[in-house]
């Protein structure tokens, strides 16, 4: 073990990270956390593959990425002092816009190039971007490569990437880019793998944590999505609103509210935590009496199932559904719900494998048949960034 590559996935609040060892065309986890709470009171988690646990509170105040990322380099020093050599850093880049559609190795003029990009993604790109500058200062012997969530989904039909506005604003970035692209890629590879016959088919996953969204595949590509020009739309999350008539925008402005206010309202007070005013967090809606609760799931489940029931019209049919992400994963009842409104398209699951997140939970022979599939991101970051260092 002489070789090792760094997994980024840097946001406003929180560093996420992991580090592998190269074992030949192999990557074996090291150790995986993040360091949260930047900006106010922040802490740094890690886990090992041996199982040793770390955690421990940083200096209280302002901790931004540069800093955050400094102390990371430190302690992984600590940690392994005797190697491995990192030989690449591999970031989670929400937007690659029309230009990226593939991993890339950074440089000045990529930087200069995804930089652009921020109006399109104004509360994540900034912080990507701010963790891929920091290690060039720390650290500018060893290579970055970008990583996009827009790059799954391009090559779709022009049609499903439009939106009803004048052409000039598609050509200024005003379109449904589609994200969660690098779990969807994640996705779509480990399918190929358990059911070679099926993924070639028509297939929807479903992501669905804390940010969620579905998309619809043919072949293992991308044919549609349920987030569109940003990842305010589609279903509802956590915080976010989901779809959403333009016309509250225009109401809310017309009443005075200032653009900050809408933004904080879209991106961290709706979704299931502004439905229910109890919380973001679908165990605790799940576990709760309130009668808000319970809306907001059946809210979050009903939009499920009806944009199932579009994607399946753009795919003329459905082979698979895949369930994947914290939720998806983790949450029967959420599943139960979601399968039983899809009865109509001969969606049927079996409630013990279902209970026991089993990886298939349809019966045998069933059509379409129903998985459950962890996502892996940061795999796909971590083997993408071993291939471009590489070549």
């Not at 900050?260 to 709760?288: F, H, M, P, Q, T």
């Amino acid at each position: 073990m002489d070789k090792a590559i760094v997994v980024l996935n840097a946001g406003s609040s929180s560093l996420k990270f992991s580090a592998l060892a190269v074992d030949g065309e192999k990557l074996n986890l090291l150790v995986r956390g993040q360091i949260e709470g930047l900006g106010t009171h922040p802490r740094f988690k890690a886990k090992r593959s041996d199982g040793q646990e770390f955690s421990e509170a940083l200096t209280a105040g302002r901790v931004d990425q540069h800093e955050a990322f400094t102390f990371l380099l430190q302690w992984l020093r600590q940690q392994f002092p005797s190697g491995p050599t990192l030989v690449g850093v591999g970031h989670r880049v929400v937007h690659g816009g029309a230009d990226f559609a593939e991993p890339t190795r950074i440089s000045p003029d990529v930087i200069e190039r995804l930089d652009a990009y921020v109006p399109l993604a104004p509360l994540h790109q900034p912080h990507n971007l701010s963790a891929i500058k920091s290690l060039m200062q720390l650290r500018p012997d060893v290579p970055q490569v970008a990583c996009f969530d827009t790059a799954f989904h391009h090559g779709r039909a022009r049609v499903t990437q439009r939106l009803g506005l004048p052409d000039e604003l598609f050509h200024r970035g005003l379109r449904r880019w589609g994200f969660h692209g690098l779990s969807y890629e994640s996705i779509a590879k480990t399918f190929r793998q358990l059911a070679p016959d099926v993924a070639g088919g028509r297939v929807i996953a479903a992501h669905l944590g804390s940010g969620a969204s579905l998309c619809a595949m043919k072949d293992g590509r991308s044919v549609d999505t349920t987030m569109s020009f940003s990842v305010l739309d589609g279903l509802p999350m956590g915080t976010r609103c989901g779809g959403l008539d333009p016309g509250v925008i225009l109401f809310l402005l017309r009443e005075g509210w200032t653009l900050e206010r809408i933004e904080d309202l879209l991106y961290k007070k709706s979704g299931l935590l502004g439905i229910s005013g109890v919380s973001n967090d679908v165990r605790d809606l799940l576990a709760s009496q309130d009668p808000r609760a319970a809306e907001a799931i059946e809210y979050f489940v009903y939009r499920i199932i009806r944009e199932i029931g579009s994607l399946t019209a753009a795919l003329g049919g459905l082979d698979a559904l895949i369930f994947t992400a914290g939720v998806g994963e983790n949450s029967p009842d959420i599943r139960q719900g979601v399968c039983a409104g899809l009865e109509w398209l001969n969606v049927r699951i079996e409630p013990d494998t279902n209970r026991q997140n089993a990886r298939c939970i349809s019966a045998a022979g069933q059509k379409p048949s129903v998985w459950v599939i962890p996502t892996d991101e940061e795999g796909v970051i971590a083997a993408h960034t071993l291939a471009v260092v590489q070549r």
